[in-house]
T-cell receptor, first 108, second 114 residues
């Protein structure tokens, strides 16, 4: 069965410290994975996609097919990074399925 | 225009009312989505329209009725809802056919059923 797992519901990190949000997936095909972010009172928006291998707002994520993971990382957390983060898996048949989400709080 | 626009932003309705949620995009996207999001939960897929045809219905109760009048518009008709249907309803669109799964989301319509 296709599934996206985010083991941490809540994560608190001090400003300037490294951040890692975990995401594991279960999918028998070739996955297309995304990180979406939802800032307070704002719409859900794309942060990263594994295909582009780009860095947005200092965040990076590498697809590890061996470990079936797509963890989100940032070396130095900033206060404006506080938000809800969702890992999402696209099945290629129009379905985008979200993980349960991790609420990241940056402590000043 | 690179936005998905949803109206109304807030809606309060009784269990016997009939109302509609509307969604509009002018990015030329050919797939449009309805998601339901309860508080502190991830969005749950309800319906997908592809090229104006319903392609996915995630076993949603018939009191929710989607409609896609044209490639830019998506409606969700509501009738005889229950209090547990109170949630944020998100519309999204997707551009690339057969390709990337990047979705563009609206701000949502917050529905309260009394």
């Amino acid at each position: 069965a296709q599934r996206v797992t985010q083991p941490e519901k809540l994560l608190s990190v001090f400003k300037g410290a490294p951040v890692e949000l975990k995401c594991n997936y279960s999918y028998s095909g070739s996955p297309e994975l995304f990180w979406y972010v939802q800032y307070s009172r704002q719409r859900l928006q794309l942060l990263l996609r594994h295909i582009s291998r780009e860095s947005i707002k200092g965040f990076t994520a590498d697809l590890n097919k061996g470990e079936t993971s797509f963890h989100l990382k940032k070396p130095f957390a900033q206060e404006e990074d506080s938000a809800m983060y969702y890992c999402a898996l696209y099945f290629g048949n129009e379905k985008l399925t979200f993980g349960t989400g991790t609420r990241l709080t940056i402590i000043p | 225009d690179t936005e998905v626009t949803q109206t109304p932003k807030h809606l309060v309705m009784g269990m016997t009312n009939k109302k509609s949620l509307k969604c509009e995009q002018h990015m030329g996207h050919r797939a449009m989505y309805w998601y339901k999001q309860k508080a502190k939960k991830p969005p749950e897929l309800m319906f997908v329209y592809s090229y104006e045809k319903l392609s996915i219905n995630e076993s949603v109760p018939s009191r929710f009725s989607p409609e896609c009048p044209n490639s830019s518009l998506l409606n969700l008709h509501l009738h005889a809802l229950q209090p547990e249907d109170s949630a944020l309803y998100l519309c999204a669109s997707r551009g690339a056919s057969g390709g990337t799964g990047e979705l563009f989301f609206g701000e949502g319509s917050r529905l309260t059923v009394l």
